[in-house]
């Protein structure tokens, strides 16, 4: 079936320091999205991607999914301590079917 | 904002009873879905949910698991007889569109814990 792998599985950066979280499928993707879970909170979305090399922002958050759609990134510049929380990127296939990565939890040091 | 909301937020239930998990999605949306999450681990996909019909089921959810649309607001997830492996965080969501395409809003979770 279908895998989505992400890395790191934790990262510890000082406040100031940037981010970045990779995702790769096993599978090509019709889109991937990305949500942002809080300590004991639930998921909450960030952005879908769509078209392969797509590059949006968000403030001081950068998304790419890759060409061949079977990977992403989420670059952090500048981490501020209202970031932290598990990042999870999940993979859509044309059937429909959501596959979360298993996130990374980023802590920051202020 | 419309959100989704869950209840119960905890359920504390014995090895082999049954569950009823309860979920109002946000009322103009189309499609429901079950997550779970074990404690520190990654959010697993149970269902997806259309139509008053599954569209989608991973294969943790076996025929111990069953999915319902009982009236025009609320979406249960039912767990016929738990086990101790049941016990994880299960999410609600829905959206307007088939998940693939649409955002996918999460309810509060509710914890299970099977003794």
């Known amino acids: ?110 | 904002e419309p959100e989704v909301t869950q209840t119960p937020s905890h359920q504390v239930t014995q090895m082999g009873q049954e569950v009823i998990l309860r979920c109002v999605p946000i009322s103009n949306h189309l499609y429901f879905y079950w997550y779970r999450q074990i404690l520190g681990q990654k959010v697993e996909f149970l269902v997806s949910f259309y139509n008053n019909e599954i569209s989608e089921k991973s294969e943790i959810f076996d025929d111990q698991f069953s999915v319902e649309r009982p009236d025009g607001s609320n979406f249960t997830l039912k767990i016929r007889s738990t086990k101790l492996e049941d016990s994880a965080m299960y999410f609600c969501a829905s959206s307007e569109n088939y998940g693939g395409a649409h955002e996918q809003y999460f309810g509060p979770g509710t914890r299970l814990t099977v003794t």
């Open chain 1, 1 to 110: 079936g279908q895998q989505v792998m992400q890395i790191p599985q934790y990262q510890h950066v000082q406040e100031g320091e940037d981010f970045t979280t990779y995702c790769n499928s096993s599978t090509t993707l019709s889109n991937i999205q990305w949500y942002k879970q809080r300590p004991g909170g639930h998921p909450v979305f960030l952005i879908q991607l769509v078209k392969s090399g797509e590059v949006k922002k968000q403030k001081r958050l950068t998304f790419q999914f890759g060409e061949a759609k079977k990977n992403s990134s989420l670059h952090i510049t500048a981490t501020q301590t209202t970031d932290v929380g598990t990042y999870f990127c999940a993979g859509n296939t044309n059937a429909g079917k959501s596959t979360f990565g298993d996130g990374t939890t980023l802590t920051v040091k202020p």
